[in-house]
């Protein structure tokens, strides 16, 4: 009897092993990327002009594979991102003791990137977790800002500004992220999600540089797979 009974929970035991390890969730998240640095500088000559950049849409759809644990779970996940901007950036400086200038750059960019990182959550009762993430990104961005076709006085029509061309530029860079979770039926989910990337992407030939680091405040629909 007792064996038996010994043969029953260590079967039971097998299976919630297995069960844990199927535990999947799938998610997509929305938000913005608030950079860190939103401050541009421009440089026509020997004119410096300041401008700021506007905050990112951003989409991350990925994975979350819960590899073991109970209530304090541990796994991996993995997704895909994307991002762009596309709007016309104010440059501005004061010249000659007092004449304020402005040029205006249309900006296009588009990313395109992955994450895979650690993840590890903290089952909050039954209907709610509380989770933390981070590792790699990597990232394929594609840039193009168009100089304006004349400049406003006192600068110079000859003034060269280098750019016009469509640049493309790898970036690489790691995430944080942590996220509240609900369960609003038995296999859908909703919350908020707050990740910090540091991102490196060079421009070389852009007119102006590029910041791409910052922090993200993200809606997050999820389901369980």
Not at 134 to 141: F, R
Request: aromatic share 10%; hydrophobic share 40%.
């Amino acid at each position: 009897m007792w064996r038996l009974q010994g043969l029953i929970l260590t079967a039971l035991l097998c299976s919630e092993g297995a069960i844990a390890e199927d535990i999947q969730y799938g998610f997509l998240q929305a938000g913005q990327l608030q950079l860190k640095d939103s401050d541009t500088t421009l440089y026509a000559g020997d004119v410096v002009l300041d401008g700021e950049y506007d905050d990112l849409p951003f989409f991350t759809a990925g994975v979350q594979k819960v590899l073991g644990g109970e209530r304090i779970r541990y796994g991996y996940e993995g997704g895909a991102l994307i991002s762009w901007q596309n709007d016309t950036v104010s440059y501005s400086a004061v010249v000659d003791g007092g004449t304020a200038i402005n040029i205006k750059i249309d900006n296009e960019l588009l990313v395109f990137g992955t994450l895979l990182g650690a993840y590890g959550d903290v089952l909050l009762g039954s209907r709610a977790r509380l989770y933390l993430s981070g590792g790699p990104m990597l990232l394929v961005a594609t840039l193009k800002q168009e100089k304006p076709d004349t400049y406003p006085q006192p600068l110079s029509s000859t003034v060269v500004i280098n750019g016009d061309e469509r640049e493309t530029s790898f970036g690489y860079g790691a995430y944080a992220s942590a996220g509240l979770i609900f369960s609003v039926s038995r296999n859908a989910e909703l919350g908020v999600v707050v990740r910090e990337q540091a991102v490196k992407m060079d421009f070389n030939d852009s007119i102006a540089d590029f910041p791409y680091e910052g922090t993200m405040y993200m809606l997050s629909l999820g389901y369980r797979l």
